[in-house]
């Protein structure tokens, strides 16, 4: 696969790193790189984490870098494939010489990329996934670091708001047949067996498809006042448009993997009430303050692009990483890095705080509500009774 360099430095080449905890470091940059979907039905996530992050580097590296060194990032497309994610981890790390990993997208691709970086030493920062796998890494002496709250999270809250708000009880689920649609599943599963209740239907459709028709006659089989749907934003906005057009209209939930801007874009019409979690504030907002510094980060580096939670979560991933980088000082490697991270239990990102500690490596716990009105767009809710 071809390598899509960013030259946030402008021009020249990059220079020759050192080896070790040093990888990626030389006198002049620092090297991340990122195997990430930018091709195939997941290809928006991809293309919108690398965007925030490339907004956040270049943001640093306009104020000079990080103690004199600017920020670069080597992006390889995995097509949303763990096979390609694994060839790209090890070319990232041993070809390209990368200081850490940022940004990868998917669950499948995590477990297969995490082991090799595991093994290498290299930090994996803020993918884009809420699997427990990522979260109990922490005691596994392995190198992850979580901004986003988990998928164990965002079902919990779906759950919880629909009996809550709505006094919904006869709930399905709708998962993608890998181990992303496997963690949803699970935590919609738990969430519901805490509350002593099970799903009234599932379905299954496989991974980097549309073929949700069996998944949908599955779902609707049980009868459901709503379905919580666990998938890319391709299957998911396919098996909504045809529920709507055979009659079925149950409440749809779905959560923040889906990439809100593209299921909005791929839905159109027939999207108006449905709601999605999300991990991240809302991105036109006005609180906390990192929305409107994102909002100028994102406008420098791409005038033309709209304002996303994707981007958003790529932006807050890269400025995470300088925070860490920020903390070492001028004699950063890894190790450092990693310490960042461990040893403080708060990172305040312009009044989006995360908080470490022993044994746990995500960041943010919070979920947020959101709902595609009739215009197409998205606006924030606290219940989801305000539909």
Sequence with gaps: MNAARVWLAGIGLLAAVSAGANAGVS???????????????AEDLGQNMRLGIQAAFREQNERG???GRRLELVTLD????????????????????????????GTPTSVAAVPVATEAGVPYVAPFTGAAFLREAAGRGTHVINLRASYDDETEAMVAHLIGDLGIERIAVMYQDDSF??????????????????????????????????????????????VILVGAYEPVAALIAWSREIGFRPVFITISFVGSNALARELGAAGAGVFVTQVVPFPRGDEPPVVATYGRALAALAPDSTPGFVSLEGYLAGRLAIAALDFCGRDVDRDCFMRAMRQHDSVDIDGFELRYGTGDNQGSDRVFLTMIDASGGYRPITSLAQR
């Design 27 to 41: 006198d002049a940059a620092i090297l991340f790189g990122q195997s990430a979907a930018f091709s195939g039905p």
């Design 65 to 67: 870098g990080i103690h």
């Design 78 to 105: 995995d097509a949303y494939e763990p096979e390609a994610a694994i060839a790209n981890t090890r070319r990232l790390i041993q070809d390209e010489g990368v200081f850490a990993l940022i940004g990868a997208v």
């Design 181 to 226: 649609g496997r963690a949803g599943h699970a935590g919609a599963r738990q969430a519901l067996a805490k509350r002593d209740m099970a799903p009234v239907s599932v379905g299954v459709y496989p991974r980097n498809t549309t073929a949700v028709k069996t998944a949908l006659l599955d779902v609707r089989a049980g009868e459901p006042e709503a």
